[in-house]
């Protein structure tokens, strides 16, 4: 049972490039979240999933684009990427929507955007 | 809207000294709360979470008390050692049933020996 792995673990990336930011869990469960965290600030939610086919925006979703075709996957898209969008991303999942439950991260994806 | 607010840091303290990271919270009702850390190089992970009013949550030595009075969340501990050294985040649930997460700002703790 690996949880939630993220790849790659670091990238450097030029302004207006693009790239595919890859999470999959193991664990079977339906929602899954992109948060994304800058130095000195708590994590922001840019998207997430209820389960396969539905996605939704969260706070910060400017400059991302998500799909969930399976349970597993949760690809996290930046299409032209921008030096504000340098960050750490990190990718969730939880069995249920409820609100007492836990929350299982990935390790994380450092991104730079020069 | 919902918001929580933690005490910034960093915090230094000596290895068996006392712990306490403050949390404060605004929010309808009566949400959830929890504290997540994040060890160096990892990603977040549960410490302890509390569900009602007045419930405690705990984990390895770790306690935070659910305070409505005053909307409060504090995390405690007796005595630290230098691997308790991570970034604590304070947060809350927020948006109906998706358990979106609210945190706060993050407070890093570096204990020394």
């Known amino acids: 049972n690996a949880g939630v792995t993220q790849t790659p673990k670091f990238r450097i990336l030029k302004i207006g490039q693009s790239m595919t930011l890859q999470c999959t869990q193991d664990?079977?469960?339906?929602?899954m979240y992109w948060y994304r965290q800058d130095p000195g600030m708590g994590l922001k939610l840019i998207y997430y999933s209820v389960g396969a086919g539905i996605t939704d925006k969260g706070e910060v979703p400017n400059g991302y684009n998500v799909s969930r075709s399976t349970t597993e996957d949760f690809p996290l898209r930046l299409e032209l990427a921008a030096p504000s969008q340098t960050s750490v991303y990190f990718c969730?999942?939880?069995?249920?929507?409820?609100?007492?439950?836990?929350?299982?991260f990935g390790p994380g994806t450092r991104l730079t955007v020069l | 809207g919902d918001s929580v607010t933690q005490m910034e840091g960093p915090v230094t303290l000596s290895e068996e000294a006392f712990l306490t990271i403050n949390c404060t919270y605004t929010?309808?009702?009566?949400?959830?709360l929890f504290w997540y850390v994040q060890y160096p190089g990892e990603g977040l992970q549960l410490l302890l979470k509390?569900?009602?009013?007045?419930d405690k949550g705990s984990n390895k030595g770790f306690e935070a008390t659910y305070r409505k009075e005053t909307t409060s969340f504090h995390l405690e501990k007796g005595s630290v050692q230098v691997s308790d050294s991570a970034v604590y985040f304070c947060?809350?649930?927020?948006?109906?049933?998706?358990?979106?997460?609210?945190f706060g700002t993050g407070t890093l703790l570096a204990v020394q020996p």
């Open positions: 929010a309808t009702g009566y949400p959830s």
């Open positions: 947060a809350l649930p927020h948006g109906g049933a998706t358990n979106k997460l609210i």
């Open positions: 664990m079977n469960h339906n929602y």
């Open positions: 509390a569900t009602k009013a007045d």
């Open positions: 969730a999942s939880s069995t249920t929507g409820g609100s007492r439950d836990e929350q299982f």
